[in-house]
C-alpha cells in the first residue's frame, strides 16, 4: 500500500517590507522563520518562512528584474 504524500507549493510573494511580511506570517500562521537575506546596504531583500516540508519565498521586487507581473508592461 503506498502512502499518499499533500503535494507542497513554493510561492514567491512580493512585498515592500521583507522583514515585516516574514514577522506576520510566523507570528499569524505559525510559520518557522527561515533565512534572511541582506543586500549591500544591509536592507533585508529576501527571506523565507516555512510550514511543514513548504517554502513561502519573500523578495523585494527588483525593478526591470524580478518584479510581479502586474508591474510588467503588456
Known amino acids: ?6 503535494p507542497t507549493i513554493s510561492p514567491f510573494l512580493f512585498c515592500t517590507d521583507v522583514r515585516a511580511a516574514q514577522d ?4 499569524a ?3 518557522d522563520r527561515g533565512e534572511i537575506y541582506r543586500g549591500p546596504d544591509g536592507s533585508v531583500v529576501n527571506a523565507t518562512v516555512s510550514l511543514g516540508d513548504s ?10 528584474k524580478m518584479e510581479p507581473a502586474s508591474a510588467l508592461p503588456a
Open 55 to 64: 517554502t513561502v519565498y519573500l523578495s523585494r521586487p527588483h525593478p526591470g
Open 1 to 6: 500500500m503506498s502512502v499518499l504524500k499533500t
Open 29 to 31: 500562521f505559525g510559520m
Open 24 to 27: 506576520f506570517l510566523t507570528t
